[in-house]
């Protein structure tokens, strides 16, 4: 079955970094694309950013794009976000899912429990 | 605000049926991007609950059905059930933003 577990969450001050991690397993993570989404406590939800399955693009919303930047190891079916310059509105829980379709037609068919960042002094 | 528009809470009865909205434009849903739509429990990671418009993943109930039209899509829930109660959010993609929206979510209650 499809598993997808973060890790790395934590507090952090504002202008600090972190990295997270998505361990996959039970299919073949090198065959497909990944999200990351994150939700703000009692807030809706919020796409981040999109690799494909091999690492050759990747997109992020604006709300992150030169502070944030998603990468993988298939070696170790990991997913990673490494999150620079964080800010108080970074609070979140961050979820990573499994992409399926195209980019612009893309949806989330598996998601992880999520880890917990909260940006403070 | 989001770019998909949803209300913010809907109700019903056991049994009833139920249609939740998602209203967006002409840069996503009415440029032919297709919808999908999450569940998310209470204290839950989301679920993939319809995926393409209307097309539902293996395991989740018949009771759950998307449709498409123009600039808006929509879910249906029939024979409400107590376990429905939950956060429900839309997903497209605008290429004004050139990224993946969400709509801000429905809070669905059944009384």
């Known amino acids: 079955q499809v598993q997808l577990v973060e890790s790395g969450g934590g507090v952090v001050q504002p202008g600090r970094s972190l990295r997270l991690s998505c361990a996959a397993s039970g299919f073949t993570f090198s065959g497909y694309g990944m999200h990351w989404v994150r939700q703000a406590p009692g807030k809706g939800l919020e796409w981040v950013a999109l690799?494909?399955?091999?690492?050759?693009?990747?997109y992020y919303a604006d709300s992150v794009q030169g502070r944030f930047t998603i990468s993988r190891d298939s070696s170790r079916n990991t997913l990673y976000l490494q999150m620079n310059s964080l800010r108080a509105e970074d609070t979140a829980v961050y979820y990573c899912a499994r992409a399926r379709n195209t980019w612009t037609q893309t949806y989330l068919d598996y998601w992880g429990q999520g880890s917990l960042v909260t940006v403070s002094s | 605000q989001s770019v998909l528009t949803q209300p913010p809470s809907v109700s019903g009865a056991p049994g009833q049926r139920v249609t939740l909205s998602c209203t967006g434009s002409s840069s996503n849903i009415g440029a032919g991007y297709d919808v999908h739509w999450y569940q998310q429990l209470p204290g839950a990671a989301p679920k993939l609950l319809i995926y393409a418009n209307s097309n539902r993943p293996s395991g989740v109930p018949d009771r759950f059905s998307g449709s498409k039209s123009a600039t808006s899509a929509s879910l249906a829930i029939t024979g409400l059930q107590a376990e429905d109660e939950a956060d429900y959010y839309c997903?497209?993609?605008?290429?004004?933003?050139?990224?993946?929206?969400f709509g801000g979510g429905t809070k669905l209650t059944v009384l």
């Open positions: 690799i494909r399955y091999d690492g050759s693009n990747k």
């Open positions: 997903q497209s993609y605008d290429s004004s933003l050139s990224g993946v929206v």
